[in-house]
């Protein structure tokens, strides 16, 4: 069984359209995060929700919006796609608590032409 | 705020050669130290942590030790082998575990 699953693993789509980003995990755990991995692989944290809450928003554009219907499951919808979202998009979750491991999904290349 | 500095890749072995990536990282408190990997194509999994000064995370040859007087986390290996090829992410999380913090990544090339 998959730990943390993120669909779909692959996405390409033209400029303005507007996509979402699945994500569940059956860890049992209480956080759940959005990361974003440019061109040069640089790995940056987008958002954290813990417990269905808000408790990290990056200087991210506001045409991406997080929804965590319940404490299993982190989407990302992103509106009016632009060139420069084209990156790999990882979900992952931890327990809360220092120390914990953050497992990550396999992550979803997306294109936008 | 916290921030995590890697050397910069591509690193070239030959196999069986030692391997070194350095890592050093300034944090408030006592953050907890990881090293992710992600092989080509792949997300990331976590290779080794460490939680507080003086441990040392070990996994698949891999090692490394919290060193807080010089805030580093080193990772090394003694004999490296073609299926190492990847790239690795030293990271930090803070004293909530809230977050990862990520160095830029070190890709790593063995060959044969």
């Known amino acids: 069984d998959t730990a943390v699953s993120q669909t779909p693993k692959y996405l390409v789509t033209q400029m303005g359209n507007d996509k979402s980003i699945k994500c569940e995990q059956n860890l049992g755990h209480d956080t759940m995060y959005w990361y974003k991995q440019d061109s040069k692989k640089f790995l940056k944290i987008m958002f954290s929700?813990?417990?269905?809450?808000?408790?990290i928003n990056e200087t991210v554009p506001n045409r991406f919006s997080p929804k965590s219907p319940d404490k299993a499951h982190l989407n990302l919808h992103i509106n009016s796609l632009e060139l420069g979202d084209s990156a790999v998009y990882f979900c992952?979750?931890?327990?809360?608590?220092?120390?914990?491991?953050?497992?990550f999904g396999e992550g979803s290349w997306l294109t936008v032409v | 705020g916290d921030s995590v500095t890697q050397m910069e890749g591509p690193v070239t072995l030959s196999e069986e050669a030692f391997l070194t990536i350095n890592c050093t990282y300034t944090?408030?408190?006592?953050?907890?130290l990881f090293w992710y990997v992600q092989y080509p194509g792949e997300g990331l999994q976590l290779l080794l942590k460490a939680t507080k000064a003086d441990d040392k995370g070990s996994n698949k040859g891999f090692e490394a030790t919290y060193r807080k007087e010089t805030t580093s986390f080193h990772l090394e290996k003694g004999s490296v082998q073609v299926s190492d090829s990847a790239v690795y992410f030293c990271?930090?999380?803070?004293?909530?575990?809230?977050?990862?913090?990520f160095g830029g990544g070190t890709r790593l090339m063995v060959k044969p």
């Open positions: 992952a979750s931890s327990q809360e608590g220092s120390g914990n491991t953050i497992y």
């Open positions: 944090a408030t408190g006592y953050p907890s």
């Open positions: 990271a930090l999380s803070d004293s909530a575990g809230n977050m990862l913090t």
């Open positions: 929700y813990n417990n269905k809450e808000l408790i």
